[in-house]
């Protein structure tokens, strides 16, 4: 047992003492050294050198690596909200380029020129040209100018052109001239020489309008206090003296029912243009065109509603309706006229003139206004149906039109005089 104890001693001591000791050794007085790395060698200056020019290329590399991958995700976000935008935008006609949020619009800060200033208008009363922007302030104060001198008419000319809706001014003209027959009628019956302001027909009728009391005035009739169901209200009474010049109320009665609201003509703004290579680039205020707020809302609901259409069968009636409804989207046109010179005649007009009235303008800026002479699209078609608009024509909002003496015409006075020399075409006080 002894010898047993003694063996396991042992073979504990050799454990501990680990490999390379001797069972006899004293392993406690011996502590582990710790083992010293080499030295490593300094490198040369050359070495040091490429080092650092294989690290910078490196670092570079890394950086270049990271910019691509930045700019190709900010690229392809650009991308997927443009994307998104131009789907929402695709059937509006007022998309003029891809913007998204993150974007900023890009303005160009020089001024813009446009071809002409806007839209006058010849006041037909005064002659002044007016612009349209100040087209209703002018219409009242030249009517009130006018109404010292003429205040019947004036007064049923306020009525016609100071009002809007014109079934309301027409139901508003029935009733005055409605008052003036039952005078006219009964003209010793004092109940039909007095209107009732609070009346509800004359409320709903004439009061809303302007220019009735102007009216009424004119004809005779003054404001009185008079006494009604246990009060006082106000009345329009026609004096007794007025009752017996019935001549003079059917005079007024007439001039109401035909006096027609003040028509202003399109100043034409008559330009002449030197040669430029820019004659087909129009700069167009927005008073050329006839859309509200509200259709510029529902423009993207009607492009829908177009598509859909397309895959309906519609009658001929229906196609002519949109039509005309495309028609009216502008109010104004430009139209330039290019001679053989190259000089331009520009002026304004509106949308639904007829080609008559440019014909007419043509004529009155030409030398020899006698001769005939053919107009013609820019596509070289001619221009021949005098009564039909510029829009159904295809002129609007802006337009070039060419000029040329009629070849028939021409060709007989080269056979008479033997050459075709007439080439002045302007009158000399217009350039």
């Given at each position: 047992m002894k010898k047993f104890f003694s063996k396991v001693k042992t073979e504990v001591t050799f454990k501990k003492a680990g490999e390379g000791h001797k069972l006899t050794e004293d392993t406690r007085s011996k502590a582990v050294q710790p083992r010293t790395p080499a030295e490593r060698a300094h490198p040369s200056q050359g070495a040091q050198q490429a080092g650092a020019a294989a690290l910078a290329r490196l670092e570079q590399k890394d950086q270049s690596k990271t910019k691509r991958t930045s700019s190709a995700v900010r690229a392809a976000a650009r991308a997927e909200a443009a994307e998104r935008e131009a789907k929402s935008n695709a059937n509006s006609p007022y998309a003029t380029g891809t913007r998204t949020q993150s974007e900023p619009e890009v303005r160009d800060c020089a001024p813009v020129v446009l071809s002409v200033s806007g839209v006058r208008f010849i006041c037909p009363l005064s002659g002044q040209s007016v612009p349209k922007e100040g087209l209703d302030q002018h219409k009242r104060e030249c009517i009130v100018t006018y109404l010292i001198d003429s205040p019947v008419k004036m007064s049923a000319t306020m009525i016609q052109s100071l009002n809007k809706g014109r079934d309301k001014v027409q139901v508003c003209v029935d009733t005055l001239r409605k008052y003036l027959e039952n005078i006219m009628a009964n003209?010793?019956?004092?109940?039909?020489?007095?209107?009732?302001?609070?009346?509800?027909?004359?409320?709903?009728?004439?009061?809303?309008?302007?220019?009735?009391?102007?009216?009424?005035?004119?004809?005779?009739?003054?404001?009185?206090?008079?006494?009604?169901?246990?009060?006082?209200?106000?009345?329009w009474v026609l004096g007794e003296d007025k009752c017996d010049d019935l001549d003079s109320l059917k005079a007024s009665a007439d001039i109401l029912t035909t006096t027609e609201p003040l028509k202003f003509k399109v100043d034409r703004m008559m330009q002449v243009l030197q040669p430029t290579d820019r004659v087909a680039e129009f700069r167009l205020p927005d008073a050329f065109?006839?859309?509200?707020?509200?259709?510029?809302?529902?423009?993207?609901?009607?492009?829908?509603?177009?598509?859909?259409?397309?895959?309906?069968?519609?009658?001929?009636?229906?196609?002519?309706?949109?039509?005309?409804?495309?028609?009216?989207?502008?109010?104004?046109?430009?139209?330039?006229?290019?001679?053989?010179?190259?000089?331009?005649?520009?002026?304004?007009?509106?949308?639904?003139?007829?080609?008559?009235?440019?014909?007419?303008?043509v004529r009155e800026a030409l030398v020899s206004d006698w001769l005939p002479f053919v107009l013609s699209s820019a596509t070289g078609q001619r221009l021949e149906e005098e009564e039909v608009s510029f829009a159904e024509l295809g002129l609007v909002p802006a337009a070039v039109v060419n000029f040329t003496w009629d070849p028939s015409i021409m060709a007989d006075i080269a056979a008479q005089q033997g050459a075709a020399s007439n080439n002045q075409y302007l009158k000399p006080e217009l350039l």
């Open positions: 003209p010793t019956e004092e109940k039909f020489r007095k209107i009732r302001l609070s009346n509800k027909a004359f409320q709903d009728r004439v009061a809303t309008m302007e220019g009735h009391e102007e009216f009424l005035q004119a004809t005779g009739f003054s404001l009185k206090e008079l006494p009604h169901q246990d009060t006082v209200e106000p009345f065109y006839n859309l509200t707020t509200e259709e510029i809302k529902r423009e993207q609901q009607d492009r829908t509603d177009a598509v859909q259409k397309s895959f309906q069968l519609r009658t001929k009636a229906m196609r002519e309706r949109e039509e005309q409804q495309n028609l009216r989207r502008y109010n104004f046109t430009l139209i330039r006229v290019r001679f053989p010179d190259n000089v331009l005649l520009q002026g304004v007009f509106r949308a639904q003139e007829k080609l008559s009235e440019l014909v007419q303008f």
